[in-house]
């Protein structure tokens, strides 16, 4: 009986929208008003996701105050209010979008989720803009 | 034509955590303040979804006000201002875990919905923690 | 490494539920208050997913931008302020169900999504009742 | 001890912005896409207040129960699904903005609330277009 | 220059409507399913604003990580997974209506809270069903 | 017949609270991670409140499209993807906490808005902290 299982939580961060092997011209073409030099930010709104077996004992795929803890540690406690660009080691050479931001908070989730359960990141930069990762 | 229908009903219910097959030491210690023997409670959010062909008739997959009442027959109406352990069959012998409420939401509905048509559950015991059954 | 990406957009629109190959009795017994040919009223929120592999150079599924400015062209300045039925050509002859919606939005975007990319069209009618399109 | 309650309701209407005293052009210049002839329309969010003092045996202000079927009763069901210009008396001869869609709310509802209590009116015709009455 | 500062927090809690001045049948008959002897529960989202002057230096009415901690230590931390009715002290002689919930939230805060400023609880039950206290 | 009409905006902006009038230790302890000197962001959240006589020819107090344009204009312009110590004038000299933002967010639109109105700007930084202006 497997069930997902989903835990949201949030941070405010700032960031800029840029790519260090471009030139500043091409970097203000491609992202305009995000790539600002002064930086901007935003209210992420995080939910991860656990996919797994039902263990017949607690009646839990994954307890989800172990799974906030978890969340807490890797991602909200380096993240928040921070500057994603300045202060959180992956993104001094990687551009912040919220692609790379859902694929590094997975990254950072992944050794700590038991190999046979599945694991998904879904992050809002906004109420409008939201992605997904992994899809299979 | 394949469409995914979604009918979000609300229930509002008392249940605590516990395990009758467990002593009180490893229930207080598996389940903590949520195994608080004289209940706590919440308003359970639920969406129902239906998968199937549109209807070339209706442009329907399920009427929604068809599936609103069932959902109210099976579901809202035997949990509404209950309490879950106490007053819902189930759940007298199973830990009204959210994995366990959405399964048991599902078996439920699962004979009201034609065969040719998938169903599944979202619940939302908190707007941070909710679950999601079945997933293949 | 495949992200989806998400857009949330907004339109008011009037319609009614309404199968003109069929009486008006059956379409008052099938489709309800929903038939009345007075029409009534809707604040539609569309979701609209791409998914695909980020572009290496800019971090991008698709720029959030370009995708909100083509639904603007395609579905919302359309749609926006329109009665479905009478201003909108596809639902001369479909019945505009939240299902036929859905499947309209589809069809008008797909061609301006790069053929790589998956397309899904999330649609909520009301916060209870919502669809999505397509369903593999 | 005097407490404000709050009940939240919605229906979904169509309607038109249009004055019958001035001509079709200075309707047009005033209402813009909110003029079209055809009808858009809303899912309404209403939020009924009513104030007054705490009854000590009941420990309500009002039962929302009560409050609730007063709002279906003179608002939504004579609302809901309808053309607000052709179907609702009140607009036959009052453009249906949201200030005056409020005003009539609270002209339907003012009789069935006791005289020592105050009520408010908030209308919410989208998420970010919303009007409250009476202001005193 | 005064401004209103809020900060919004939630518990969840088993209770149920009972006056125990009243017999049992009109117990019942005032407040229906609420009255259920087994309980029910709620997901109580509290808004806490209070009002006064802002401070030249800090720039802020009330450190809202001071307010948060004040709301936790006198109202969420003793209601959260808790059954009113049972275990806090003052709806054991109160019916844990909303309008008494908010007045008895009022009067746990009021004393540490400058008494230049003021305070005002919202509490909502439910998304459908909300409170205000006081009201001057 | 006076009328609360309102209107909801949002901005996504970089920020950090520091008093250039006090020392980088009192700065550290007064405002703790929110003096991070790197910054960090919200999606702040908007509502502008205007209050007047209906105007008996159009049915409103104020066309929003008119008052969404203005705080386009004053607000959402200016002080989108930006950062507000660095890059808004008023922020210069004046510690960017919500009571403050709210502040210059009144004195940026109130020339603006017809002297027999009222004006009250509410601002959330994030969904659980937020602040009125002014308050009489």
Known sequence: MKVAVYRREHFNAAHRLHNPNLDAETNQRLFGKCNNPHYHGHNYDLTVCVVGEVDP???YVIDTKILSDLIKTYVT???DHHNL?????EFKSLNPTAEHIAYVIYERLRPHIAQDKDLKITLYETERNFVEYPIH
Chains 1, 2, 3, 4, 5, 6 share one sequence.
């Open 57 to 59: 004992i607690t009646g």
């Open 77 to 79: 406690e380096p993240f």
């Open 85 to 89: 660009n300045l202060e959180v080691e």
